[in-house]
């Protein structure tokens, strides 16, 4: 039998180039983190701790607004992607052969490569045509489109994975398939619903392209704001409210993983995601 | 008995038919009105020319009209905009410079992502799911602030100036921000997860027992690395590559903010000709010309997806 490995076994190589790619990973986020309460508005010279750009940060009108709007696009966004996500994953694993199968896999893959140009161009080019006023509502079911991808690939991975008899032994005894899939389905593949409706908020909360595209006069979201800034220089103020987003996404992360200890938890299939 | 049980049954199958039909046509009537519509949009748009109007092209396609208004639309189709990309060095070399730019991110990043899944998926094997974690988190932390973080490091008067003057391996500031490099770094920065994570799955499923079977048989390590290692992470090699390569091409976030403004990469052009020069059909014409030069890599990747979620 094979003895158990430890960090120990690992070559000193391998140790190295773990270490050196999260350094890299890591480094430049922490600096950030790091200067976010440095006390001198010279971003660069450090004048000693402070707290004082997250006070300017919450008399930031238009900047809080802006993250009032990105947060209720993503989370509407992220669970009408769930749901439309959910349900083309299903229909790629469980539907078996139909017609336009090719060309519905490629409908659901397709945006996971497209660069984010031409789907914002494209999505813009289609409110156009409808005639839609354009705003937080166009954002919304633009990054819905191009999120529910994500989505499906999280869950049918999972789908692939879990054991199928469960459902075929409700539908021998009986159970209609609709109920099967609430009862039976839904719970097995959950956790990677959530882990798929994390993602989509998180691609929602973070896009810029598409959303200035598909926006009009009236939405601005926390990305766009951010950008405009950032063009304009670099300032504290962005070091503040870039650490209070990696605060909330770890804080997040953390919960989420807590939460989905179990070993279901584990195999949400980060590796297979775009 | 049996024919009412037949019945039933058969009563119930198409119930389920009916079932998996609307399943079917919910997801995709979604995506064929917010996806392939509004692509097919676009390549109308790229064949009309730009006018001082509402919308800002003609001709319109005005449904309304009937036969004569559809052959009306027909005739004042152009291909204007596509011969101007061709005449213009300014598209060409945009797009030569966002392929090259692409194809040298994803060598770079193929170099530094290799050897750290390589390592990940030599590591214990309770610590892996944590170290693939940790690769993934800053992709989840907004790419926008990734970004930003490096216009601090980079800038003049930044820290990596003052890391290189304080180290004696420069005297004076080096310009890193608004250069290709100031670009290439953002690039590898922002898509290593991408790399990482399809080389770490192939890379997990190997048998060390294959490499233990060439070190018996005598291959020096570096020829069973090439030999044995290399060949079996190929599927993640072609996924990761792609998965970079494709939206590198069209970046626009990263040139815009790390790069200068001499010379552009074609998602900057077209975010330029449809935000500034409010000209819609050449922008599309620039997507549509895009989309083609990345239609065979795009098609790949789809391939290996679905190979590599079981559905072929």
């Known amino acids: ?274 | 008995m049996t024919s009412a049980a037949e019945t039933a049954s058969r009563r119930e199958r198409s119930r389920r038919d009916w079932g998996r039909r609307l399943v079917i046509l919910i997801s995709a009537f979604w995506l064929a009105l917010f996806f392939v519509t509004p692509c097919l949009i676009v390549l109308k748009i790229s064949l009309s020319q730009t006018a001082i109007a509402q919308p800002p092209y003609v001709p319109v396609l005005d449904l309304a009209a009937g036969w004569p208004g559809l052959r009306d639309f027909a005739a004042g189709l152009s291909l204007d905009s596509y011969r101007l990309l061709g005449s213009d060095w300014l598209y060409l070399t945009s797009y030569l410079r966002s392929l090259a730019i692409a194809a040298l991110s994803t060598s770079i990043l193929l170099l530094i992502g290799y050897p750290l899944a390589y390592g990940i998926a030599r590591a214990p094997r309770p610590l892996q799911p944590v170290l693939v974690m940790a690769v993934f988190l800053p992709f989840l932390t907004a790419f926008l602030i990734r970004i930003y973080a490096w216009i601090n490091i980079l800038q003049r008067e930044g820290l990596l100036n003052d890391m290189l003057i304080a180290l004696g391996i420069v005297r004076e500031p080096v310009v890193w921000l608004a250069t290709d490099t100031a670009i290439i770094i953002g690039i590898v920065y922002s898509y290593l997860p991408f790399m990482v994570l399809p080389l770490y799955a192939s890379l997990e499923k190997m048998d060390e027992a294959l490499l233990e079977a060439a070190a018996d048989l005598g291959a020096p390590r570096w020829k069973a690395f090439w030999s044995v290692t290399v060949p079996l992470s190929a599927p993640g090699i072609f996924a990761g590559s792609l998965l970079c390569f494709i939206p590198i091409a069209g970046e626009f976030v990263i040139p815009d903010l790390l790069g200068g403004s001499d010379a552009l990469m074609i998602g900057q052009t077209l975010w330029t000709e449809f935000f500034q020069n409010k000209d819609w059909p050449v922008a599309s014409a620039v997507a549509i010309a895009l989309l083609i030069v990345l239609l065979a890599p795009i098609l790949i990747y789809q391939h290996v997806q679905m190979r590599a979620l079981g559905d072929r």
């Open chain 1, 1 to 274: 039998m094979r003895r158990r490995k430890s960090i120990k076994d690992m070559s000193i190589f391998n140790v190295t180039s773990v270490a050196l790619g999260l350094a890299f990973l890591y480094l430049p986020i922490a600096i950030l983190v790091i200067y976010s309460f440095n006390a001198s508005r010279l971003v660069t010279v450090w004048g000693g701790w402070s707290t004082r750009w997250y006070v300017a940060l919450l008399h930031d009108q238009a900047m809080l607004e802006a993250a009032w709007t990105s947060l209720r696009i993503a989370a509407i966004s992220a669970t009408a992607a769930s749901v439309l996500g959910t349900l083309a994953a299903v229909v790629l694993v469980r539907a078996g052969r139909f017609r336009g199968r090719t060309m519905f896999s490629g409908m659901v893959y397709a945006p996971l490569v497209m660069p984010e140009v031409i789907l914002g161009l494209s999505l813009l080019l289609l409110f156009v045509a409808l005639d839609a006023d354009r705003g937080f509502w166009t954002v919304t079911i633009a990054h819905t489109t191009v999120t529910l991808s994500f989505v499906t690939v999280v869950v049918q991975s999972r789908l692939l994975t879990f054991d199928r008899s469960l459902e075929e032994a409700a539908m021998d005894l009986g159970c209609p398939p609709l109920r099967t899939f609430r009862t039976i389905t839904l719970p097995l593949i959950f956790p990677a619903i959530a882990a798929g409706w994390m993602l989509a908020f998180t691609l929602s909360f973070d896009d810029l392209v598409i959303a200035s595209f598909a926006t009009g006069p009236g939405a601005t979201t926390l990305p766009m704001r951010i950008y405009s800034e950032v063009r304009l220089g670099v300032k504290p103020e962005i070091n503040a409210i870039c650490t209070i987003m990696i605060a909330v996404v770890a804080a997040g992360v953390i919960v989420a993983s807590l939460a989905s200890k179990r070993r279901a938890g584990s195999r949400i299939g980060w590796t297979n995601i775009r």
